[in-house]
């Protein structure tokens, strides 16, 4: 596609419940990166994909939080018996093959989750 | 891993002055700094960015210089405007790995 592509923009769900959140990269984009951004917050980086192969998932603040990617297409984000502290932006971007010469990120809109 | 610190963290300046935001790396196989500007409730958006190869890069009002020596690169903004108002992050990425490492932000107020 033209873009990042991120769904739902917005979400609302009980403390406890299982969400999922979808990102859509740029057609072509080898890598994929998600990202939490708490209120006012930085970056926090949560984990990286290189085609379907997670080769850091340093960031992944607990067991509660997984994530899998199809290929070099969609990857979901998903956060199981979710607190009040997930609660933040989801940011997902992607990137170009290594060798293109271009390292830029192009982030989608992002997901609003809020817990309650 | 790399580590980027940046500062300072928020930053006033009055309308037509200028504004510089500093950040340090520690790897120093890290090779390309691109830095994002985040306005409210929106996405982070690449506005430029430097290569290592390369000790500055300038494009209208924004320019950014990198000293590979010390490890450092820094983001100018002249004659700031309202509209240059959102948190900047720099960012650095190691080369041949594609992960790209953001400093904590900068919040860039322009006072009119």
């Known amino acids: 596609g033209a873009g990042v592509s991120q769904s739902p923009s917005n979400k609302v769900t009980e403390k406890g419940k299982d969400v999922e959140l979808r990102c859509d990269p740029i057609?072509?984009?080898?890598?994929l990166y998600w990202y939490r951004q708490r209120l006012g917050q930085g970056l926090e980086f949560l984990i990286y994909f290189q085609g379907n192969s997670a080769p850091d998932k340093s960031g992944l603040p607990s067991d509660r939080f997984s994530a899998e990617r199809t290929g070099e297409s969609v990857s979901t984000l998903t956060i199981q018996r979710t607190q009040q502290e997930d609660s933040a932006v989801y940011l997902c971007?992607?990137?170009?093959?290594?060798?293109?010469?271009?390292?830029?990120?192009?982030f989608g809109s992002g997901t609003r989750l809020t817990v309650v | 891993g790399e580590n980027v610190e940046q500062h300072p963290s928020t930053l006033s300046v009055q309308e037509g002055d200028s504004a510089v935001i500093k950040c340090t790396y520690s790897d120093s196989a890290s090779n390309y700094f691109p830095w994002y500007k985040q306005e409210l409730g929106k996405r982070p958006q690449l506005i430029i960015d430097?290569?290592?190869?390369?000790g500055e890069k300038k494009d209208q009002r924004i320019a950014v210089t990198l000293n590979k020596t010390a490890k450092h690169f820094s983001l100018h903004i002249t004659e700031t405007q309202p509209e240059d108002s959102a948190v900047y992050f720099c960012?650095?990425?190691?080369?041949?790995?594609?992960?790209?490492?953001f400093g904590i932000g900068t919040k860039l107020q322009v006072i009119p």
């Open positions: 971007a992607s990137s170009p093959p290594t060798g293109t010469g271009w390292y830029g990120y192009t």
């Open positions: 057609s072509g984009h080898t890598a």
């Open positions: 960012a650095a990425v190691r080369r041949g790995y594609q992960k790209v490492t």
């Open positions: 430097i290569r290592s190869n390369v």
